[in-house]
């Protein structure tokens, strides 16, 4: 007789198998969904405790936490997927406060049948992100839910960080005069994944712009530590977005068609769609405010990012008792950007 | 974007503009209807008004498709996709624009009835193939642009005997509208409103030309320029609208000559006229009952047509009483004479047709024109 | 809701439909309303169907009529 | 003419509405949502800030993060609900490492037609726990799947929460000659879920535990800071949570089925559907191990809390090369208590 | 818990085993097989092995429904439930079992077959009426016990007239298993195994009663003790076999008197034999093919008959040729001795009728009774 | 498989069927198996259909014999 020492005597079967109800269940067979495939993945000190919860070292200070649900369909799509999004997403969510990101969170609800190889696909695509970003996926949770009553997989994840003394970035801090920059092309990754929707019918090289952008804001934070406001304009896209900061700083901004740069193809796609670029979403873009003065500083540093590159400042804060996002366009006239009334599209991140 | 981008540029629009301020007399005022939802939408998005004087008033008219349909057509289609087995779909515009009790398609669905977004009605198609136990219908809205690509589908319906495919029909046609319009008493005997200049559908032109609009510049003495939607369309038809004004005439030009002809697409137009005939009458949400200005399958399409395959709900819950949409859309009021506007009437809860679709008068000003107002209040 | 645009065709595909282009994006459309069109032909395409061929020597007329216009308007009034 | 200046001109219908899709879509309606619905009832300083993060002081030290999922069906049920028990459950995650917990993100992936006036009972439910618990829900997310594509309602929260100093508590501590020590009885939860799918027929008057844990594992703490584990039984019960911590912690364990406090209507309920109450979720218990001569003060501290009332010291852990976790009955044998097999019936948290 | 709580009395085990020790010559070992999953649940859950003395020797029979089926018809209700329009329901211990290739019908349910869980058979007919577009195929399986429920559900969809519901029947007879093991080479001829008294079944009793039994005690010589599932009846059952033994009597005792009476449940016998009739042999898994041993509808049911309604495939993969379940059943071997056990084959990934469920002789000695195997090895 | 449990009847139900009691458990059951059931009888429940009636003599013999049998048992083999 063998001695039964190993706890899971046939590995999961990664390529021809499926995620059941008993992987959701708090059982071993969960057990070993979260050993071979999860913690395999991640692999990180506090991680591989197995404990309910990640322990990791803080200094003190602000602290920010932060949330997303990621529900897209489709969960592959040019330049990324949902588990790097995942990743790119909430380190963004935590960076847009000027903060250093320590950890990350993830829950994973899974639909009854989901092959295991786009599991594991997901969750390598994840843990290369957290990787490359420096930023370990510290616990994690798994839901199985019958098939019907899920759409493949969803990822929540949370992310936590640190800000440096002296930075006070929120969305309430723009002031008239404020410069608006934007870091790159908007809408790249809202066209990039609608182009893989069957029922919309067109194709494009586009790849989703989804990326983790806390290196650039620690180097513009480090610059201009007075920064106003951080924001990724992601659902909604630049035009709610903006909406929004208008909103929480009582401030009216005024933009410019021609200064907002867009690729032609998400334009083409846009046209074709009948949709507008400004409420396309982004996943590796930021929009900063910034005292006038600050602005071509803070231009240079994104410029010389990677994911900066195509950098731009679009417009200004003004003052405004009705918080009006306008826009001068290329015609020469004006007018209202408005909140994004109902969706754009569903399921975009 | 070929044919895009040359229609966008900036620096000719403030010369077409200059032109035109050069042009139109300062001591009279130029009212110029843009019969087309697609020009009201193209004047508000690029800030057109901006670019015109002051005594040249763009008036929107109601081309919309679907901000002119009536509730009651909405909540038909509601109607339909409850029906047991039933797939109902449709255009993405047509989803959340309300019905009675505040209901849409969206919510409808959100209740649990199946509704499906379509891009093409060759998606609408595949769908019935795919679901061969369920009855799909599709909701067909538009103008005669729109018309005839589900004039190919029930082609194509027919055959591939799909028996599980029909047609809610609700196309509907432009120059009995206009007529409309100018029949309407204000424009016609009490004069109250002036209505001195047209400017013709750009994509329905595609399809019935340019000809169908001499009857009008001729009977009601009206210049009428066709033109395309791009912003530079809009302003060099002004331009000749202003022109003709200034000079008396009252001709049908062309300045959307690129993509349509005198004759318009006959290909189209004959594959519509075989399958669809005139209703008596029909009702435009905002002009009331209009005489001839819609269509409905004839009898040996009878098999896909869903107002004969079902019993569909003819009643027609009006617009709310305070709603002035009818009034803007001759012209006689602006959207800020609304007492709903902006307060309980904005895009995402509409009161009424102006504010259904962003090409909708209402809609239109609020989401890209509503800073002037306050502007001129301060 | 009559948006419609014109795009290039790229190639002619089985069952009356047709590839086009616009900004780099690329689309299947139904050529069922539209007689001889040809690869280099710009269509106006709505709901996924064409629905008329760009005359491209009458755009190239329109644009001049622009141009022309904007070299009449007086400057002072800019 | 009246002046827009209220963003939502019409408040959200909560007694007839329902979610639907521009509810996720980032626009106006979107933002009412959260304003209306979510803001008003989590209330606190960070989340008033309306940021994409939440931020607030920590002192430095030992951190824990910890993350899961709720997919619970009913979404209502005897003694809770999903928001209490998201809650509860993620405080509950954060004291097991013996910390104090310090804040909670909230992720919603909700169901197109998920009715408003359930999503407000949930909320202010969920609203209610996190005040009463003192742990604020400072961040959120909001996304809205189609009809088909989920469930109702899920929600994942995160929490974290700071370790006092030399306390050091993990799943690996567990030694030879520990004491075993359970909070209260075992399978209220999973029962009192149980009893309200239709499809199971049978009722009983059990409630979930569902609670906050923390205030006694606070106190616990403060008086033993060597305990060495804690952990809550949720999925998969008192026996696969022991199986976990048997397993990281390289030790056999010997507990006594007479000492293992369950209801009399748990065991009835467990007897009918041919369940083990070691197998049945609790949301509102804790497992204690520590040395041996600790067990009585800890015993008596979580005695004279509401929530430990039950407790008792139900075995001891030992050498055992094979990890393995036994019982000895109450007819006088010994029993391997295995990790759950498959799942025990699904949907329990 | 009346009559549940009592029979667990701890104090009252450890005297009937001082009893069946003192009972028991130490000179000798007796062989008693419960033939019941039931008792060989109560048996390791409770650990009953540690109350009895070494010369004491419990043989796990073969009898648990779902552990004997054989992998054939846990794929035919695979097959089943993939069948366009079918939702297959079953009670909550089938859906793990694996067929071949390791599919189950929770992975196949997994895959978008529609599988079920029903507690009852009345949740099988709500499910059918409930359902009308759907077939809804009821996977019986169960000794008969569980047989009357499954008539009472026919004769429901008899009275409703339900056109949507059938019976995938796999109900198995317990005294022709016994009589199969009683015959093998091993017990009768070779006396290689010695099996020297049976505990008979609880709840099969119930129904059957006590007198199908009389024939083997005498055909065979062996003592029989009819049961209840709780820890005091197998403890005292065996007391009751090792006097039985000692005495040289092969009678057939009642210890589950409280439930089980020499003719059992009338009602219940009759209703099942109008509406069934014999299998002329089905396989048992573990066992081979067994003669009149299962059950199916008489014709007048045949409306209700899944196998008569589909051509459900006859193929039977077997099982692994490792596998020693057949050796197990018959008490030549332990679960110890299959080189399987543990390393490839677990509760998790069963190789063999005796892991299949917590009631499987290798299950439960799995599960609950492991430690025992590493307490001697050590 | 054969799990089955004995429940009290506390009350019967129209078509053919019983509520039952366990531990404080209620549930309802089929009587279709039984006849003359009636409260304060305990059944023995299986599927959810009452199989037999618990006959409380017996039970009660059957627990003398266990606790004779326990007498007889000689104390110094515990
Ligand atoms: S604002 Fe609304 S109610 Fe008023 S006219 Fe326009 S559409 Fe009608
Ligand atoms: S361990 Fe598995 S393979 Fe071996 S006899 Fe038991 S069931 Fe068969
Ligand atoms: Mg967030
Ligand atoms: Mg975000
Ligand atoms: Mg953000
Ligand atoms: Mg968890
Ligand atoms: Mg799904
Ligand atoms: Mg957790
Ligand atoms: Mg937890
Ligand atoms: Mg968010
Ligand atoms: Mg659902
Ligand atoms: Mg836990």
């Known amino acids: 007789m063998t001695l039964p020492r190993r706890a899971h005597p046939r590995p999961l079967d990664i390529q021809n198998g499926r995620v059941d109800l008993t992987h959701g269940g708090g059982g071993r067979a969960m057990a070993q969904l979260v050993e071979e495939l999860f913690i395999a993945a991640f692999d990180n000190e506090a991680l591989n405790q197995r404990n309910d919860q990640g322990a990791f070292e803080v200094p003190g200070g602000r602290m920010v936490m932060t949330t997303d649900g990621y529900v897209i369909s489709p969960l592959f799509f040019p330049g990324g997927d949902i588990g790097s999004l995942a990743v790119h997403g909430t380190v963004n969510d935590v960076a847009m406060a000027g903060a250093k990101p320590i950890s990350l969170s993830a829950g994973f609800i899974i639909e009854e049948g989901f092959p295991l190889s786009d599991l594991k696909r997901i969750v390598t695509s994840m843990a290369k992100a957290s990787k490359d970003a420096g930023v370990p996926v510290v616990t994690g949770d798994t839901k199985v839910v019958e098939k019907g009553k899920g759409d493949g997989i969803f990822i929540t994840t949370a992310g936590i960080g640190i800000v440096p003394p002296g930075v006070e970035i929120s969305g309430d801090k723009a002031r008239p005069g404020d410069a608006i920059l934007v870091s790159g092309t908007m809408g790249d990754h809202g066209v990039a994944v609608m182009s893989q929707r069957e029922s919309l019918g067109f194709e494009t090289e586009i790849l989703s712009d989804s990326a983790a952008l806390h290196t650039m804001v620690a180097a513009m934070v480090a610059a201009v530590p007075g920064i106003r406001v951080l924001r990724d304009p992601t659902r909604g896209g630049l035009a709610s977005t903006l909406n929004e900061i208008a909103g929480q700083s009582g401030v009216g901004m005024l933009m410019e068609e021609a200064l907002v740069p867009v690729k032609p193809q998400v334009l083409g796609a846009c046209e074709l769609l009948g949709l507008d670029p400004l409420y396309v979403a982004n996943e590796g873009k930021l929009i900063c405010i910034c005292a006038e003065e600050d602005a071509p500083r803070l231009l240079d540093i994104m410029r010389s990012h990677p994911l900066g590159r195509d950098a731009a400042r679009i417009g200004a804060c003004r003052e405004d008792a009705h918080h009006f996002v306008q826009m001068k366009t290329r015609m020469g006239g004006n007018r209202v950007v408005d909140w994004l009334a109902g969706e754009q599209l569903p399921r975009i991140c | ?378 | 809701m009559c948006l419609a645009l014109p795009a290039l065709v790229t190639e002619l595909l089985p069952e009356d439909s047709a590839k086009v282009n616009l900004g780099g994006v690329t689309k299947t459309v139904s050529l069922a309303l539209v007689s001889d069109v040809k690869p280099g032909d710009y269509v106006i395409v709505h709901v996924g169907y064409a629905l008329s061929v760009i005359d491209p020597e009458e755009a190239a007329r329109t644009l001049e009529l622009f141009r022309e216009m904007g070299e009449m308007a007086p400057e002072a009034l800019a």
Chains 1, 4 share one sequence.
């Not at chain 2, 010369?15 to 087309?36: G, Q, V, W």
């Not at chain 2, 791009?230 to 008396?248: F, K, S």
């Not at chain 2, 002009?287 to 009878?302: D, F, I, Q």
């Open chain 2, 1 to 378: 974007m070929k044919y895009i981008d040359e229609f966008r540029d900036g620096e000719l629009a403030q010369s077409i503009a200059r032109a035109i301020k050069a042009e139109a007399d300062p001591a009279s005022t130029y009212h110029i209807m843009e019969f087309c939802g697609g020009h009201t939408h193209a004047i508000s998005r690029y800030g057109l008004e901006d670019l015109l004087p002051a005594n040249v008033r763009m008036i929107h008219g109601p081309g919309c498709p679907v901000c002119v349909l009536p509730i009651g057509r909405i909540d038909a289609a509601i109607w339909l996709a409850r029906q047991p087995g039933v797939i109902l779909c449709t255009y993405g515009d047509m989803l959340r624009v309300p019905g009675s009790k505040r209901l849409s398609l969206l919510k409808a669905k959100a209740e649990g009835a199946d509704v499906r977004m379509v891009y093409s009605t060759m998606d609408a198609i595949k769908l019935a193939q795919s679901n061969p136990d369920r009855q799909v219908v599709f909701f067909a809205i538009g103008f005669e642009t729109t018309t005839p690509p589900t004039a190919v589908a029930i082609k194509q319906a027919q055959a591939l005997e799909l028996k599980n495919f029909s047609v809610f029909c609700n196309h509907v046609l432009t120059p009995s509208a206009i007529t409309q319009i100018l029949d309407s008493p204000e424009v016609r005997e009490l004069g109250t409103v002036k209505l001195d200049a047209f400017i013709g559908p750009a994509h329905v032109s595609t399809i019935i030309g340019s000809r169908p609009y001499e009857y009008f510049a001729e009977e009601y003495q009206r210049p009428v320029v066709i033109a395309g939607f791009e912003p530079l369309d809009v302003m060099q038809a002004v331009r000749m609208l202003v022109r003709q004004i200034n000079e008396g005439r009252f001709e049908v030009e062309n300045e959307f000559a690129r993509a349509v002809t005198r004759d318009g697409n006959e290909k189209a137009k004959s594959l519509v006229a075989d399958m669809f005939e005139l209703r008596r009458v029909f009702e435009w949400r905002g002009l009331g009952m209009v005489p001839y200005s819609a269509l409905r399958l004839k009898e040996p399409y009878a098999a896909w047509d869903a107002e004969r395959r079902w019993d569909v709900p003819q009643d027609n819950p009006g617009d709310n009483k305070a709603c002035e949409c009818g009034a803007i859309l001759r012209g006689v009021k602006k959207p800020i004479d609304c007492k709903l506007f902006g307060t309980i009437c904005t895009p995402e809860n509409p009161m009424g047709s102006c504010m259904v679709s962003a090409e909708g008068a209402c809609a239109a000003h609020w989401t890209y024109g509503r800073f002037r107002d306050l502007e001129k209040s301060e």
